[in-house]
T-cell receptor
Framework: AQKVTQAQTEISVVEKEDVTLDCVYETRDTTYYLFWYKQPPSGELVFLIRRNSFDEQNEISGRYSWNFQKSTSSFNFTITASQVVDSAVYFC????????????FGRGTSLIVHP | DGGITQSPKYLFRKEGQNVTLSCEQNLNHDAMYWYRQDPGQGLRLIYY???????QKGDIAEGYSVSREKKESFPLTVTSAQKNPTAFYLCASRLGGSAGTDTQYFGPGTRLTVL
């Protein structure tokens, strides 16, 4: 069975600080996908990134970067030089072949960036 | 503009009433999903449909019903049998059906409150 753990319930930082959101997953499948979504106060989940289990390359997109490590079953998300607009709830999700690729979501991490 | 629309944005229901939440997509996606989100919780899957005229129960289907008569539409009915329906409801869609490995995209959500 697939499982996603986001141990950080809430993180509070001051603008321009770097912040890392942790995601640890469990799966028995060798083929799986990992996702990060952002949920701003408006409520809609916004897709940020998707990673497949065969690609452990880290990815950078502007101030966002992701670190995928199969050895520790982690897919962590770092925001560099955080901004107030980054304030949101961030969800990590896992989908696997054995689960018909239906994602399982973590409980989310609420990020509050203070000016 | 392609996307997923949900209506209404806010919905109030009296106890004992059935209500239907609308979800429409013009992305030509095969699969559609309904999730429920409670404060401090992740997303929990209610129902999903990977092809027209077919749908499956998710983790918390009791008290809910769906139909999938058209590819574009996947309405969710919250029945009076649902004991605690106050929550935020999110609809999502994905291009592939059962074999699809691609990304889910979400609508803006409907916030249901039982009075």
């Amino acid at each position: 069975a697939q499982k996603v753990t986001q141990a950080q319930t809430e993180i509070s930082v001051v603008e321009k600080e770097d912040v890392t959101l942790d995601c640890v997953y469990e799966t028995r499948d060798t083929t799986y996908y990992l996702f990060w979504y952002k949920q701003p106060p408006s409520g809609e989940l916004v897709f940020l990134i998707r990673r497949n289990s065969f690609d452990e390359q880290n990815e950078i997109s502007g101030r966002y970067s992701w670190n995928f490590q199969k050895s520790t079953s982690s897919f962590n998300f770092t925001i560099t030089a955080s901004q107030v607009v980054d304030s949101a709830v961030y969800f990590c999700a896992l989908s696997e072949r054995g689960g018909s690729y239906i994602p399982t979501f973590g409980r989310g991490t609420s990020l509050i960036v203070h000016p | 503009d392609g996307g997923i629309t949900q209506s209404p944005k806010y919905l109030f229901r009296k106890e004992g009433q059935n209500v239907t939440l609308s979800c429409e997509q013009n992305l030509n996606h095969d699969a559609m999903y309904w999730y429920r989100q409670d404060p401090g919780q992740g997303l929990r899957l209610i129902y999903y449909s990977q092809i027209v005229n077919d749908f499956q129960k998710g983790d918390i289907a009791e008290g809910y019903s769906v139909s999938r008569e058209k590819k574009e539409s996947f309405p969710l009915t919250v029945t009076s049998a649902q004991k605690n329906p106050t929550a935020f409801y999110l609809c999502a869609s994905r291009l592939g059906g059962s074999a699809g490995t691609d990304t889910q995209y979400f609508g803006p959500g409907t916030r249901l409150t039982v009075l």
